[in-house]
Nanobody, 115 residues
Framework: QVQLVESGGGLVQPGGSLRLSCAAS????????MAWYRQTPGKQRELVAS???????NYADSVKGRFTLSRDVAKRTMYVQMNSLKPEDTAVYYC?????????WGQGTQVTVSS
């Protein structure tokens, strides 16, 4: 069983920045992959960015150049630094990990980009 706790969401103006955190209950090197997804009402959850155990990262085209994933092994935490935020980035952001082929999800954190 893996527990994930996201934090760092909030209200920010367009062009602003936020950093989301995802704290895991186990060693992040036990996970095949870690990722951030986001979802808006009426739409499917979409991949924002992911990173493999080896450290290979992947980003959605819509966030490339603006969002950056990082991991802190000692803190068992994954981060996503979100810069140059746009209103269309408004969503609930979810952290997920793959452990031995099974996915675990956090509870989500709301990000609202609005003036």
């Amino acid at each position: 069983q893996v527990q994930l706790v996201e934090s760092g969401g909030g209200l920010v103006q367009p062009g602003g920045s936020l950093r989301l955190s995802c704290a895991a209950s186990g060693s992040i090197f036990s996970f095949n992959a870690m990722a951030w997804y986001r979802q808006t009402p009426g739409k499917q959850r979409e991949l924002v960015a992911s990173v493999t155990r080896a450290g290979s990262s992947n980003y959605a085209d819509s966030v490339k150049g603006r969002f950056t994933l990082s991991r802190d092994v000692a803190k068992r935490t994954m981060y996503v630094q979100m810069n140059s935020l746009k209103p269309e980035d408004t969503a609930v952001y979810y952290c997920t990990v793959d452990l031995a082929g099974r996915s675990y999800w956090g509870q989500g954190t709301q990000v609202t980009v609005s003036s």
